[in-house]
């Protein structure tokens, strides 16, 4: 009776030790909704290819190395005839208030005719702390960034947008 009680209690200990574990599949799966949630919606297929776009590898310029990426936005605050073909992003944003009180800092402490653009592939507000005709200029104002603008500049890494 012992050995069978014993028994028993051992296969049903294992299946209820073999039943409640979770997979790899269902951590996955909770996984990417709670990201696709985190994105606002976004799907994690869309998500990659932004990602992918963001990284896109960079493009020399007279043997410099810079971020350029072609992108179709739209001039939020100004006349649309103030944005030229390169654009020096210096910050982006997700709220357009944001993006014009940055704007409003390059006006007033830096003396810069900046202005904000929306669009892209992630919809954002990016902040222009001057625009270009020609990327050689545009170039060398990026290289010489740190030097030209004194305020705290929030991108990781300032870079150029090519208007499409």
Known sequence: MKKTAFLFTAILIALVMTSCHSNEMNYKAAYDKAMEKYRDGVGTEQYERILAEK??????VNGDSIRLLPMHVNVTDADPS???TYSVIVASFKQKFNAITMRDRLHKE???????L??????KYYVVVKGFEELDVATAF???????VKMKILEPKPWILERI
């Open 55 to 60: 990284q896109r590898p960079n493009t020399v």
């Open 82 to 84: 103030v944005q030229l």
């Open 110 to 116: 830096e003396g810069f005719s900046s202005y904000v």
């Open 118 to 123: 929306f669009g892209g592939p992630d919809k």
């Open 142 to 148: 990026l290289k010489s960034i740190d030097h030209s």
